[in-house]
């Protein structure tokens, strides 16, 4: 099939391409006639994610992040939030809407928060922290009095689920708490009665009074048996001596061995020497005397050291089962802390009125409606008529052949040739409807009515 004759049946089947575009297009009316307008409103807000918490400083992970965000988009969807929003609008004290909507206060809420939840949509905005809540209404007005609604309902509800999720937590920290310290105390008592019962004390850098003092006097006796014998000690009369031994030295060499002065040093050294020597004699003694007490003193300790280590290594076993029992002490004692550090912690979080989330200016309802879009709707029945009148007119064309032109008879009748093509009954030929493409659509030889071949 050539363009022209593709032409010539869309010309010949116009009427019926135009009642399927008329069709579409009164079908496209009456949708919009019908369906009531429905305007979207969007509000936004920011989710702090990078925000610390205000109580313990802790920072979201980056593998936190996406689970959260999924977490807060259906969030806004959920049953809570819509029927905060239905209690807001004060739907339920509307007596006309509570029986439009099962004549009980309850039952119309459920229904009337699922309305919300089927027209309510949330999404994250592309490379941002911004959750935009989407609300569909008939209602311009009433789809943003709805959307701000909904996004106070849903700040109300996170705020209201992480202080009642931290109250409850710090509730479950502190029965730990008070049940670790019941068990401290047990485990206290029963220390104690093991340390009076044996005899034993238990410090607080885990060792026992005479674990320590085995140590103590360990130390003593190395001392003791490390002690080295007393140096001489030099007194004052010996350096003199030694003094007035240079001075006599020289005035020998100088005024020779009978010089008067030279004889006053002699006498002056004689006496100074007598007492250096009973200076170096009461030193000796002393120095002895020193010596003998530290040999006594080391045998003490030695006594003493062999005595405590006995002593210890018999209670070796009430040892060990009282440092077991300090361990548990110090065991329950860190729970305790920790249960009751972290019940503290918690308590402040659910007195914190921080939702972590930032409400951006208020609900946005657009002028024109989301649907119908009236342009959108008719160009598509308009396309839709088009390709419809054009499928049934080839397709009734092919159920119905027609010859109009010659090239039509040459396609049914093959290898018979066309000799003549008579013209209009008054020699002058019909021009087409749409004259202007007369000389594109038909050849010359035929603009006529019929085509007749021998």
């Known amino acids: 099939m050539s363009l022209i004759q593709f032409f010539r049946i869309l010309i010949a089947r116009r009427w019926m391409i135009a009642t399927a575009i008329a069709a579409s297009l009164a079908g496209a009316f009456l949708i919009i006639a019908i369906f009531p307008p429905r305007y979207a409103a969007t509000a936004r807000v920011m989710l702090e994610l990078l925000k610390p918490d205000p109580v313990t400083g802790a920072v979201m992970g980056n593998g936190t992040v996406?689970?959260?965000?999924?977490?807060?988009?259906?969030?806004?969807?959920?049953?809570?939030?819509?029927?905060?929003?239905?209690?807001q609008l004060g739907w339920t004290k509307d007596p006309a809407l509570v029986e439009r909507?099962?004549?009980?206060?309850?039952?119309?809420?459920?229904?009337?928060?699922?309305?919300?939840?089927?027209?309510?949509?949330?999404?994250?905005?592309?490379?941002?922290?911004?959750?935009e809540i989407k609300y569909t209404s008939t209602s311009a007005d009433s789809a943003k009095a709805i959307a701000d609604a909904i996004r106070r309902s849903y700040i109300d509800a996170n705020l209201a689920f992480k202080q009642n999720s931290a109250r409850e937590n710090a509730a479950w920290f502190d029965g730990e708490a008070e049940k670790a310290r019941r068990q401290l105390a047990i485990a206290e008592e029963t220390k104690s009665t093991f340390e009076r019962e044996h005899g034993l004390i238990m410090q607080a850098d885990k060792t026992d009074v005479d674990s320590a003092r085995l140590a103590a006097l360990s130390g003593q006796a190395q001392v003791?048996?490390?002690?080295?014998?007393?140096?001489?000690?030099?007194?004052?009369?010996?350096?003199?001596?030694a003094k007035l031994d240079a001075q006599i030295a020289t005035l020998r060499k100088t005024l020779g061995d009978n010089n008067p002065s030279l004889r006053m040093l002699e006498q002056q050294r004689s006496a100074m020497a007598t007492q250096a020597a009973q200076d170096r004699t009461a030193a000796g003694a002393a120095n002895a005397a020193a010596q003998r007490v530290a040999n006594e003193n080391s045998v003490v300790a030695q006594r003493a050291l062999q005595s405590q280590k006995a002593k210890v290594l018999a209670n070796r076993d009430n040892l060990t089962k009282l440092t077991q029992l300090q361990d548990d002490v110090d065991l329950l004692r860190d729970r305790y802390n920790k249960a009751s550090a972290r019940a503290g912690e918690l308590r402040m979080?659910?007195?914190?009125?921080?939702?972590?989330?930032?409400?951006?200016?208020?609900?946005?309802?657009?002028?024109?409606?989301?649907?119908?879009n009236i342009p959108l709707i008719l160009g598509a029945a308009l396309g839709f008529g088009l390709f419809l009148g054009v499928f049934v007119a080839l397709l009734v064309?092919?159920?119905?052949?027609?010859v109009r032109l010659s090239r039509d008879l040459e396609d049914a009748v093959e290898g018979v040739p066309l000799l003549a093509v008579i013209g209009?009954?008054?020699?002058?030929?019909?021009?087409?409807?749409?004259?202007?493409?007369?000389s594109r659509l038909f050849p010359s030889n035929a603009d006529v009515d019929d085509a007749v071949a021998a």
């Open 66 to 87: 996406r689970a959260y965000v999924q977490t807060q988009t259906e969030l806004v969807k959920d049953f809570n939030v819509a029927g905060r929003v239905v209690d």
């Open 424 to 438: 209009s009954s008054n020699g002058t030929p019909k021009r087409p409807w749409f004259g202007g493409l007369r």
């Open 224 to 241: 003791g048996t490390a002690i080295a014998p007393a140096a001489p000690v030099s007194s004052s009369a010996a350096a003199e001596v």
């Open 101 to 131: 909507f099962g004549g009980d206060p309850a039952v119309a809420r459920h229904r009337l928060a699922q309305i919300i939840i089927k027209n309510t949509d949330a999404e994250v905005l592309a490379q941002s922290n911004i959750l």
């Open 397 to 402: 064309e092919l159920l119905n052949r027609r």
């Open 349 to 372: 979080q659910g007195n914190v009125a921080d939702s972590g989330i930032t409400p951006l200016g208020s609900a946005v309802a657009p002028e024109s409606p989301e649907f119908p």
